[in-house]
């Protein structure tokens, strides 16, 4: 069984940064992927961000690429997302999950999940 805890989450102003952490527990070497994810109040869940466990290859949502950075340590079984400049669309609960079938960009292939961590953008 995984488990998956987030942390980084905060409050910070458009332009601003945060990085967000992922500690894995459990069978983490099963898994082919972990990814990051949001969901914005009022909004369904979209993906982030993913990255394939062996070998490292990510994936991003195209309104994210070029700002944040998705990176893993499997040594420390630790998945990391880099934010940079920050927008107000980007407020929302941010989730780290673990996929043992495709590395996809839909959270739908995604089967454990964290609680969340809380990213709030303010203008």
């Known amino acids: 069984q995984v488990q998956l805890v987030e942390s980084g989450g905060g409050s910070v102003q458009a332009g601003g940064s945060l990085r967000l952490s992922c500690a894995a527990f459990g069978h983490t070497y099963s898994s082919n992927c972990m990814g990051w994810f949001r969901q914005a109040p009022g909004k369904g869940r979209e993906g982030v961000a993913v990255i394939l466990t062996d070998g490292g290859g990510t994936l991003y949502a195209d309104f994210v690429k070029g700002r944040f950075t998705i990176s893993q340590d499997n040594a420390k079984n630790t998945v990391s997302l880099e934010m940079n400049s920050l927008i107000p669309e980007d407020t929302a609960m941010y989730y780290c999950?673990?996929?043992?079938?495709?590395?996809?960009?839909?959270?739908?292939?995604?089967?454990?999940w964290g609680q969340g961590t809380q990213v709030t953008v303010s203008s």
């Open positions: 999950a673990a996929s043992w079938r495709q590395c996809s960009i839909n959270p739908g292939y995604f089967d454990y």
